[in-house]
């Protein structure tokens, strides 16, 4: 259950400061993490391997300014600003072009309700996503991210989800527990003059009860969204199921997305990736496991495809705030040489 909760924990992080709780007087708080690692880095697709320090082995790193303000009868105003960061040089983002608060930039109200935020908020579907894999939202080395977000060089097999893991223009409303059960939705605009057809929605369930865990999410995405527009689609529908079950000694995860993806002409393209993982204590830190299949079909232009990539790491805490971890990523794509990526990483938060 550890892992659950760290995990948890980084979730409520990214989406507010004590979201629900009634507070005597304002509270401003700075808080993030600093990740860096060294090793090799080769996609499949990929010529050569990369020798890289590179950032955000484990987590991407970020730091992040928020706070709220009690405005009596349950009812508090919230803010949070999160800022990406590139430990290895220092640059602003995840990559050069990316927004200065990419991860999360709102301001909303939060009490017996729920809470409701406006500005730039993580969707829930990439929620339930981090939630459901022993290697959450690692941009390196966890699987269900790669295949959800990232395209191999040369390879027809596209991110499967359109979008960012976070949505501007947006409002998210966060529902209060339910025992074990919560519900999130989010809407955004797309704010294009006269045409209603871009805008963005979805929206995600959660039920924790005990050492067992499942979510459903769902979204759609507008055409505005640069990567998909490219290939010629109005609009993607994506799908996800995940289930976990902690029995101590190990913990399961499993989770079944999909991505269909509308064209102009009538056509479709989807996207079906499956998820099996483990997480294990081991000594004093924890032995992380998971396998993700991704098979892409049904669009003479994109073609067909299979993506599989493995991943074995093991995370070592010095303390509550500072941990090392090694980690190792095996990936392959059909008609494409396969690649092989480790890290050994120092991850910080503060």
């Known amino acids: 259950m550890k892992h659950q909760r760290r995990i948890l924990a980084a979730v409520t992080a990214a989406g507010s400061l004590a979201s629900g709780a009634a507070q005597a007087q304002s509270a401003i708080q700075l808080y993030g993490t600093i990740d860096a690692f060294a090793g090799s880095v080769r996609t499949s697709g990929d010529a050569h391997s990369t020798a ?5 082995g484990l987590t991407t790193s970020y730091w992040g300014i928020g706070g709220q303000e009690a405005l009596g009868n349950g009812l508090n105003a919230e803010f949070t600003l999160e800022s990406f960061f590139r430990t290895d040089n ?3 983002g995840r990559f050069d072009g990316d927004v200065m608060f990419g ?3 709102f301001v909303g109200l939060n009490g017996g309700f729920g809470a409701i935020k406006l500005g730039r908020n993580t969707t829930p579907w990439f929620v339930s996503m981090l939630l459901f894999n022993p290697l959450a939202d690692s941009a390196v080395f966890s699987p269900m991210f790669l295949h959800s977000y990232t395209t191999p060089p040369g390879s027809p097999v596209g991110n499967s ?3 960012d893991t976070a949505w501007d223009n947006s409002v998210l409303y966060q529902s209060p527990g339910f025992g074990g059960l919560r519900f999130n ?6 704010e294009s003059t006269g045409h209603q057809g871009k805008q963005s929605y979805g ?3 959660t039920y924790f009860n005990g050492n067992f865990g499942a979510t459903l999410a769902v979204q759609r995405v507008g055409v505005n969204a640069p990567e998909f527009t490219a290939n010629g689609a109005s609009y993607q529908m994506a799908y996800l199921a995940g289930v976990s079950y902690d029995f ?12 269909d993806n509308s064209f102009s002409t009538l056509s479709r393209q989807r996207n079906r990736t499956m998820q099996v993982g483990a997480s294990a204590p081991l000594g004093p830190g924890s032995l992380m496991a998971t396998w993700v299949r991704t098979w892409q079909g049904g669009n003479e232009t994109l073609g067909s495809a299979r993506r599989d990539t493995t991943t074995l790491a093991y995370d070592y805490p010095f303390s509550k705030r500072t941990d090392l971890y090694a980690a190792w990523r095996y990936d392959k794509v059909t008609d494409l040489n396969p690649g092989n990526t480790f890290g050994l990483g120092l991850r910080h938060k503060f």
Not at 248 to 259: I, T
């Open 161 to 163: 989800v359109a979008g």
């Open 248 to 259: 101590k000694m190990v913990k399961l995860f499993g989770q079944y997305a999909q991505s």
């Open 52 to 56: 890289v320090v590179d950032s955000s």
């Open 103 to 105: 991860r999360n930039a």
């Open 185 to 190: 939705a989010i809407y955004s605009t797309g």
């Open 203 to 205: 929206g995600n369930a």
């Open 90 to 92: 220092g640059k602003v």
